[in-house]
């Protein structure tokens, strides 16, 4: 079992960055691939960004390729999501998983542990 904690979320204006990040605990947090998703109100949870167990591959979804950047530290058991140059239309809540392999996926059913979110707002 893994527990994850997203934090970080919070009201940015537009152009703005935030820096959000997810805290695991459990089991051996270097032998899981991770991702972050995002759900806006009345839409389907999307596909963000995912690394490979040791930081080697990244996957980004279009929408945000060039202003998002994920990482990861296996010594902290922690992920990252720089968000920067935001847009209202990033206004969702985040979602950071783990996937039970070492590489990532870009769909939702490909993780098997789930944080509760954060929320991230951006005004126009």
């Known amino acids: 079992q893994v527990q994850l904690v997203e934090s970080g979320g919070g009201l940015v204006q537009a152009g703005g960055s935030l820096r959000l990040s997810c805290a695991a605990s459990?089991?051996?947090?270097?032998?899981?691939?991770m991702g972050w998703f995002r759900q806006a109100p009345g839409k389907e949870r999307e596909f963000v960004a995912a690394?490979?167990?040791?930081?080697?591959?990244?996957y980004y979804a279009d929408s945000v390729k060039g202003r998002f950047t994920i990482s990861r530290d296996n010594a902290k058991n922690t992920v990252a999501l720089q968000m920067n140059s935001l847009k209202p239309e990033d206004t969702a809540n985040y979602y950071c998983?783990?996937?039970?392999?070492?590489?990532?996926?870009?769909?939702?059913?490909?993780?098997?542990?789930w944080g509760q979110g954060t929320q991230v707002t951006v005004s126009s």
């Open positions: 998983a783990a996937r039970d392999s070492r590489w990532g996926r870009f769909d939702v059913k490909g993780y098997d542990y």
């Open positions: 459990g089991r051996t947090f270097s032998n899981y691939a």
């Open positions: 690394i490979s167990w040791n930081g080697g591959r990244t």
